[in-house]
């Protein structure tokens, strides 16, 4: 999978805003080149929430053991909630977890700063995880639309 592939395939969500910043935008230099994706049907960037996705392409302070300085290295990350973070890594997003390899390529694991908050995250994802990983991000897409429904109907 690309990220031009996981882009389009995150457009083809309805209300799926994808956010790239980039020089000009007054975005932080360190986020041009990802993508943030949020629930927002109107089109506008919902100020009050975080993205329910993401695509990053480098290492951010604090958060390197996914080794994307390497080239053509990617990580997606999906705010999976706490019951498929825990079907998928077997364990609570608040329990520790074994130390596993962070930077394996075409893996489903725990996000290696936000697992704690129900993450999970693929670096450069590939036949193996292609089809969980658009599950995954179609399910957060769901969850994202379902909070955005319950704030709107009050």
């Known amino acids: 999978m690309t990220i031009d592939e996981l882009i389009d395939f995150m457009q083809g969500l309805d209300g799926v805003l994808a ?9 932080p230099e360190i986020s041009w080149g990802d993508t943030f994706f949020s629930y927002a049907p109107d089109g506008v960037a919902p100020k009050a929430t975080q993205p329910f996705a993401t695509i990053v392409t480098k290492n951010y302070p604090g958060d390197e053991r996914s080794r994307l300085d390497r080239p053509g290295a990617f990580r997606v990350n999906i705010a999976a909630g706490k019951e498929v973070f825990a079907d998928r890594t077997g364990h609570a997003p608040r329990e520790p977890a074994a130390d596993d390899d962070l930077g394996i390529a075409d893996a489903v694991t725990a996000h290696p700063v936000y697992g704690s908050a129900g993450w999970l995250a693929v670096v450069n994802p590939g036949r193996r995880t292609d089809a969980a990983t658009r599950r995954l991000l179609r399910d957060a897409w769901l969850l994202a639309r379902s909070r955005h429904e319950r704030r709107t109907t009050g």
């Open 19 to 27: 956010v790239r910043p980039g020089p000009g935008d007054g975005s």
